[in-house]
């Protein structure tokens, strides 16, 4: 009997996959950087038993409709808005993501995000190294503090949570907006529950770790910047397209808020000439929130265990419902 095929759309090291050929057939995209092309994807997922996906894999309804075996679709992240879930689920094919095992260290990145952007460490750096260091000044590279200010986290999930508490650390106040109240940061953290447009006055970071979905997309807009305080720092690291770029770059232009750290864009990779790029209070980075090689070895595995459990008929450890 053929054994079920998995077909895994980037290069990923042996180490993690090579056991699963003895029961497995495994096929693999060649590229670790370049994403699988189109034609080929089309091809594999009409020949897969499981895919192991990236996030800038776009699987939606029309590709599904070549999978004529496909039982699982193991995306190599927690947010998953790059699959239709619905036609997948019309196809009886089950979606996977890698929540849990990310958890700290995207807080971790974010927290980073958030106090590289208020002690502009990266434009010190650059000072630097460009030879810009004559002489030591009482506001050279003057910053906002980050302890005992206000951190607005918008979209309280496990990250969100996980960001609070370095927040706590920091003697922050935390104020949230989440679709539904989250007592346990409340009662653990003080966190205090807000509408989001309270939360957009009253916050001195504006921190936004919501999914993306038909809620979400661009609620970051002209009207949003408009309501924070002049001294207030955005901070997005959960998807870029929850972000009205122009309306961002305005507001940053005009000063009516004070810096952004980036770690996600409308569309990735971010154009070299992209506006937002010559603002020097925008802090940004290459959507690196899970990269860490100890975190992303343990999402690779966790995606090649849900593929295991599907194919052999198991229900997966973090199906997406
Ligand atoms: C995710 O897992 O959705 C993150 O964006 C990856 O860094």
Redesign the pocket.
Known sequence: MAKPYIYITRRLPEKVWKELKRDYEIGMWPSEEEPVDASTLKYEISRADALLTM?TDRIDADLLKNAENLQVIANL???YDNIDIEAAKAKGITVTN?PDV?TET?ADLTFSLLMATARRIVEANQFIKQGGWKNWAPFLLAGSDVHHKTIGIVGMGRIGAAVARRAKGFSMDIVYHNRSRRMEVEKDLGARYLEFDELLKTADFVVCLAPLTTNTKYMFNKESFAQMKSTAIFINA??GKNVDENALFEALANEQIAAAGLD?FEIEPIDNNHPLLTLSQVTCLP?????TMETREQMIELCLENIKLVLNHRRPLTPVS
Not at 287 to 291: D, E, F, K, L, P
Request: glycine share 14%; charged share 5%; no cysteine.
């Open positions: 996030l992240a927690v947010g890698t990310l995207t959960s998807r996600v959507h690196i929130g899970s990269a």
